[in-house]
């Protein structure tokens, strides 16, 4: 699949941003791009882009990130080293935004480079097994207040409909007539639709554009 | 799957509690429970309740007592640092016989501590946590499901026993997403003549107090309040019982600790050791009944606690100290490993005599 330059997902909080950000940014690299992945998350506590941080640095892919994620520091910080991904026009940037405008608000800062580069897609990442996002109407509520605080109309929709490990391909099917509804109340295209990869050919057999997903979270439990 | 949703814990309790009928929620933010109050907040105008973010902890809580006062379903949350906050107003609460849920999704303390997740405030949670003699009605889910079901239940037997109730979870439990089913529910109705309604000059009006004159009215408020306690003690223990049909050694564990023990006992048993656990759903009222009739059964006890070693001493406590117990922890804000579980249980199965 094809990206412009800079590559950003944001959406309602836990519709499953950080994941899709390490997927692509993994399969971007294995299509020899030269990606770098970034952290603008300033709202969750846990479950961040640096709990990959290992895979991420194996795979040859630097990861920009606050120094104080997933660490007792309570703050909103954001690493200075974020400029170099408006300013090195070289290389891909997915960029990873925290959830909600609240999270959004911290890509206002960067919002007046990207746009002027122009070589970017704003992904709404949606799930619509998620309690507050059900429907396209409550879908776009969210979209809407995330462009008013980041500042970046979004170009793109991706459908991450799931029930964590319980997903069948089924739900993910069915949950296509909600991107679509949302696509058609929005203008925008669905880009893709993400899926568990023990789940995504078949999800493929029926959808275009299936991203398989590898469960990034570490857990110490099994059930 | 279809009537199924993907949750945060902490959406899932405060789903489970506008669904069980609370129409309040007072709260301040704090890492990791804000999703309560950002859901709350989304919520309540919908369905015509109240969200407030009030100037404090104190005040949260001191608004909680003012909506028990009559009658209605009330909530706050916050994490450690704010529950020791609000104590003053929990004991108030309890002093007042006043029925509402408190939240704590605990972090690592003490003092400021961090954010990460935790079991630290055991103590303060099954002991009453503030001033005077009183117990909290306190559930400890292990699952986004049980966040729900136990909001809900926790709703109901402070009611009908009159009493603050508290959920007692970890910020993993908050922060982890899970498939849950938002039904089961069930809203009991018990009686409220004691609640601040309005008399309507028909009848006697009520009082919602904690003051006493006369030393020989407080006592009675207390003996009384303790008789409610011991049908709690007898009537509202919960507990899970894993594999300990045939256990030598028993894990007592409760939330996220379960989740890990689980895989430990696993590992355990695919190495030929009989291990089974105790899961505590209730800490106050301590599950003592069961521990006391494993310790007959197996020879040895490890408890594993995100704290210093809290629940230990109610496992001793429930099971007169019978049996050897080793402890395998982690704290401020460290999960254990069910390899390092694994050990502790290895370690137990060498101790303590055959029956």
Known sequence: MDFKRLVLFAGHYGSGKTNIAVNIALD????????????????????????????????????ISSEYANSNVDVPALPQEL?????????????????????????????????????????????????????AASTIEVMREIELAGGIPFTGIVNNSNLGRETTAEDVIASNAYAQELSAATGLPVRMTTAWDTIADEVAKVLPNVVPLHLQNKRLWND | ???????????????????????????????????????????????????????????????CIGVASTGKRVMTSSSSPGISLKEEGISYMAGCDLPALIVNVERGGPGLGGIQPSQSDYFQATRGGGHGDYHLFVVAPASVQEMVSLTAHAFNVAEKYRVPAMLLADGTLGQM????????????????????????????????????????????????RYKRYEKIEENEPMWEEYMMDDADVCVV????????????????????????????????????????????????????????????????????????????NRVGGCIPTPEQVLAQIVEANKLGGAQ
């Open chain 2, 253 to 328: 564990a409760f939330g996220i600790a379960s989740r890990v023990s689980r895989n430990a006992i696993k590992a355990a048993r695919a190495q030929g050791i009989k291990v089974g656990m105790i899961r505590p759903i209730t800490l106050w009222p301590f599950p003592k009944k069961p521990l006391l009739a494993a310790a007959d059964k197996v020879k040895s006890f490890v408890t594993v606690e995100l704290n210093m070693g809290q629940m230990v001493e109610d496992v001793e406590l429930a099971t007169r100290c019978k049996r050897p117990i080793l402890m395998a």
């Open chain 1, 83 to 135: 400029y170099s991904l408006v300013d090195q026009k070289d290389r891909c940037g997915i960029i990873d935004i925290g959830g909600d405008d609240r999270g959004a608000l911290a890509l206002g800062r960067y919002a007046p480079f990207i746009r002027e580069e122009n070589n970017y897609e704003m992904l709404l990442v949606i799930n619509k097994f998620r309690p507050l996002t059900p429907d």
């Open chain 2, 177 to 224: 997403m899970e498939p849950v089913s938002i039904e089961g529910i069930t809203v009991e109705d018990h009686d409220k003549s004691w609640a601040l309604t309005g008399t309507d000059c028909k009848r006697k009006h009520n009082i919602i107090n904690s003051l006493s004159l006369l030393p020989e009215e407080l006592e009675q408020w207390n003996l009384e």
């Open chain 2, 1 to 63: 799957m279809a009537d199924k949703v993907l949750m945060k814990g902490n959406e899932a309790i405060a789903e489970a509690a506008i669904m069980a009928g609370c129409k309040f929620y007072f709260g301040y933010p704090i890492t990791p429970q804000t999703e309560v109050a950002a859901y709350m907040a989304k919520r309540m105008p919908k369905i015509g309740g109240t969200f407030l973010q009030a100037e404090s902890e104190i005040a949260a809580i001191n608004m």
């Open chain 1, 28 to 63: 971007l690299k294995k299509e020899g791009k030269n990606v770098v992945i970034a952290d603008l998350d300033i709202v969750n506590p846990y479950y961040r882009t640096k709990d990959s941080e290992a895979e991420l640095a194996a795979a040859g892919i630097p990861l």
